[in-house]
């Protein structure tokens, strides 16, 4: 892990201008990817963020090798968009997942992931300058998907829904839709170890519509329950030192 003040030299050679960003090299120190922004969340899904890069950079020429011989093949299609997502092609990655999630129908197995996948090569072309347009595509593409997920206590719905309701609440000013979004998520994984984070972004949503009564009382609540070393209790205590 390396920063301005540590390794400026290393910074500068490999044009790192945002924090996180992941480059893998080869062993003279070519660089052989990049991913700009946390492509995980957790050790868990670290483990697998790193194993599909792993086989992305073993078996890329294989993958397109099979896309090229038969474009039809959903599945070639799908191994290789993931393959350029895992390798940070978004560039590459997102032109496939759009064709397949135009090709690919709710009754088909595979729709669930391709719509997912398709928000995630959305979300990785995003900028200061296009956030609203491209959240809006990205909050299309949930709205369609997440409810039945949800329904299903399936935790592909967490991320997502927690990604949508700040995209409606700080993008689109649906404040009241992005609450009912993290209110579904609360009842369906009232256990879940995200819990804390989903009524912290209810809260601060409440207080982004100017319901400064409603934040506030989520956010004591959310305070009362602890524990103090937990980061969203903390944020939330440092949300109500400023609100007096």
Sequence with gaps: MLYDDKAPDILKKYVVKAFPTFIITDAEGAEVMRQVGAPFQTPKDAIKWFGDVADGLENLPKYEAAYEKDPENIDAAMK??????????????????EKLAEKVKPDDKRWVDIQLKYADGLLATMT???????????AKVYD???????????????????????????????????RKEL???????????RLKEIKYWAAAIAQKSGDNETAKAE??????????DDRYVKAAKSAIARMK
């Design 219 to 228: 956010y004591e609540a959310l305070v009362k329950e602890g524990p103090e």
């Design 128 to 138: 200061q300058e296009n956030q609203k347009d491209v959240g809006g595509k990205i």
């Design 80 to 97: 290789l968009a993931e393959a350029y997502a895992a390798l940070g092609k978004a560039d590459k990655a997102l032109p496939l997942y």
């Design 183 to 193: 209110k579904a998520l609360v009842e369906a994984f009232p256990k879940h170890e």
């Design 144 to 178: 369609a998907v997440l409810p039945g997920l949800v329904s299903a206590k399936d935790e592909r719905a967490l991320e997502p829904s927690i990604l949508n309701a700040r995209i409606k609440s700080f993008l689109n000013e649906d404040h009241e839709g992005a």
